[in-house]
């Protein structure tokens, strides 16, 4: 099994709404992350979760809330969002973190498009 | 802190000619490269990885790359392009921190 499954893959919510993103890996990987694509440009690293620990929040505003429940499973809780919170949400996973060593790859999910009414 | 170029928003060639993407990097530290494909309305798939064993690597669908140290380069290249390798291609570097970081992509546009 090689994939990142995330559910569901669109999701329509108005700014008052409480909603959340799943994300589910079963290779084994202890880093898993969340990242923010608008359209037509790059992902943007939100969160990393190494050994289901936060290790990096980009800044994101407190709307955003990460959770990893445990190594196979990594949530992100929406709450009050803004219309410019609309955009692709990807989960990727690796199989460590870089803290470890050596070069790590990521395998991405299929994302979660998410619009804001 | 470590950072990808990628020069030229949108490459189009005809098919059968030769793809070339290119990607420059900074970083203090030695990096971590990458190049992904995606595909409308998909997730990043990867193409390949530089690993410090070889400057030449090779990835899937017929892609390879050259890690050059003295121009912070590490450019995409593939012989003959097909219509299916039309997509946003990302290059990607990262540390020792978690902290994948991409290009701006490049879409690649493939004309029969």
């Known amino acids: 099994d090689t994939e990142v499954t995330q559910t569901p893959k669109h999701l329509v919510m108005g700014m008052t709404n409480k909603k959340s993103l799943k994300c589910e890996q079963h290779?084994?990987?202890?880093?898993m992350y969340w990242y923010k694509q608008k359209a037509k440009k790059p992902p943007e690293l939100m969160f990393v979760?190494?050994?289901?620990?936060?290790?990096i929040n980009e800044s994101v505003p407190s709307r955003f809330s990460p959770e990893c429940p445990n190594s196979s499973l990594l949530n992100l809780h929406l709450h009050a969002l803004q219309p410019e919170d609309s955009a692709l949400y990807l989960c990727?996973?690796?199989?460590?973190?870089?803290?470890?060593?050596?070069?790590?790859?990521?395998?991405f999910g299929e994302g979660s498009r998410l619009t804001v009414l | 802190a470590q950072s990808v170029t990628q020069l030229g928003s949108h490459v189009s060639v005809s098919e059968g000619a030769l793809v070339l993407l290119r990607c420059n990097y900074s970083?203090?530290?030695?990096?971590?490269l990458f190049w992904y494909v995606q595909y409308p309305n998909q997730g990043l798939q990867l193409l390949l990885k530089?690993?410090?064993?070889?400057?030449l690597v090779k990835g899937i669908n017929g892609f390879e790359a050259e890690f050059k140290k003295s121009e912070t380069s590490f450019h995409l290249t593939k012989p003959s392009a097909h219509m299916s390798d039309a997509a946003e291609y990302f290059c990607?570097?990262?540390?020792?921190?978690?902290?994948?970081?991409f290009g701006a992509g490049t879409r690649l546009t493939v004309k029969p």
């Open positions: 990727a996973s690796s199989l460590r973190s870089n803290e470890e060593g050596g070069q790590v790859e990521m395998f």
């Open positions: 290779m084994g990987h202890r880093a």
């Open positions: 979760y190494s050994y289901e620990k936060l290790s």
């Open positions: 970083s203090s530290v030695p990096p971590y």
């Open positions: 990607a570097v990262s540390t020792n921190n978690n902290d994948m970081r």
């Open positions: 530089y690993t410090s064993a070889a400057t």
